[in-house]
């Protein structure tokens, strides 16, 4: 992961504007930026630099960023019923 790795602490990188000390990847804030453009213009993120974004599907992937690459893995909150419990409460919505 990206340090922190925190939800809502990935501000600096969706707002890279060049070198940043808090900024441990220069090349995953561009891309991170990249994913963001391309679902707001294209309604999907597309692949940046190489790196595709792939939709969720029935394979349950999801793309792991850390500061020396960036893959498709098996999503780690697919595991154990969480997703289960997750679409049971939201059926209480």
């Given at each position: 992961m990206i340090p922190p790795a925190s939800h809502g602490q990935d501000v600096n990188?969706?707002?890279?504007?060049?070198?940043?000390?808090?900024?441990?990847?220069?090349?995953?804030?561009?891309?991170?930026?990249?994913?963001?453009?391309?679902?707001?213009?294209?309604?999907?993120?597309?692949c940046a630099k190489g790196a595709c974004f792939l939709g969720y599907g029935s394979d349950v992937n999801t793309l792991s960023v850390?500061?020396?690459?960036?893959?498709?893995?098996?999503?780690?909150w697919a595991a154990g019923g969480r997703c289960d419990l997750l679409e049971l409460l939201a059926a209480y919505t």
């Open positions: 990188y969706t707002f890279y504007t060049g070198p940043d000390p808090s900024i441990v990847n220069d090349t995953a804030a561009i891309i991170h930026q990249k994913y963001i453009t391309n679902y707001v213009i294209y309604g999907e993120p597309g850390n500061t020396t690459e960036i893959k498709d893995i098996k999503d780690p």
